[in-house]
């Protein structure tokens, strides 16, 4: 099921706690933070339940029925760990649709023993949340759309950060060009100047020699620096 939801770098299989303990699986979410999920579910003695007649067998099977579930409960909570980066709940899986439906409609068996206060064992004191096929698809397909939402912000993120350095760079580009306009402006500005010193000495020559006038100013266009 975690293969046909999940890309492969968003779960683990076999996943090992720095004390040794083993989950069956997690799901790697935003930061590197991880749900356990575990399925260490027995169907013994629900097989039993469902198949005993005699009444008294079935009160001491029940009991040992709700015993092994709380017992999984636990088993479940004890993946649990933040300082190891792990999410503050876990998803303990059922594998079976009849028995999760039993839990929900506070029926085991159709024996009429009451699970309710398993399931709210579970949620309210041991952050475990109880799954089965059906509804662990539903998680995990909220789950994808959860890192698939929180990918596009990753990367709505990226581009406005690159936009900003683009921004600033046009800032510094148009910095430059502005002391570049300046510079070429001094630059016509000289050019013109020595120019029209050029001609009064031509003027000068003209005097002396009684010769025509050879040099016309060539005068240049400064550039404007308000044009857009």
Same mark, same amino acid.
């Given at each position: ?97 009849? !028995?999760?439906?039993?839990? /929900?409609?506070?029926?085991? &068996? +159709?024996?009429? #023993?009451?699970?309710?206060? =398993? ?41 406005? !950060?690159?936009?900003?350095? /683009?921004?600033?760079?046009? &800032? +510094?580009?148009? #910095?430059?060009?502005?002391? =570049? ?48």
């Amino acid at each position: 099921m975690l293969d046909n939801v999940l890309p492969p770098n968003r779960y683990k299989l076999q996943y090992k706690f720095n004390d040794g303990d083993i989950v069956d699986a997690v799901v790697i979410l935003d930061k590197g933070k991880m749900l356990p999920v575990d399925s260490k579910f027995s169907l013994e003695n629900y097989n039993r339940l469902v198949e005993e007649r005699d009444k008294d067998k079935r009160e001491l099977i029940v009991r040992a029925f709700k015993i092994d579930l709380k017992n999984r409960i636990d088993e479940t909570a004890k993946y649990i760990r933040p300082s190891e980066n792990t999410m503050d709940y876990a998803f303990m899986f059922i594998p079976s649709e009849a !028995i999760y439906y039993d839990l /929900l409609v506070n029926k085991v &068996g +159709a024996t009429g #023993t009451s699970s309710r206060d =398993l399931i709210e064992y579970a949620f309210r004191e041991k952050n475990v949340i109880i799954v089965s096929p059906t509804t662990f698809m539903a998680y995990l397909q909220t789950v994808l759309q959860g890192l698939r939402s929180l990918q596009i912000e990753e990367q709505a993120k990226e581009i406005q !950060i690159r936009v900003g350095e /683009l921004g600033r760079h046009l &800032g +510094a580009y148009e #910095t430059y060009m502005q002391k =570049l306009g300046a510079a070429l402006g001094t630059t016509v500005n000289h050019f013109n100047v020595a120019h029209k010193e050029l001609k009064k000495v031509d003027k000068d020559v003209v005097k002396i020699a009684g010769n025509t006038a050879k040099v016309e100013p060539l005068l240049l266009d400064k550039p404007n620096l308000d044009d857009d």
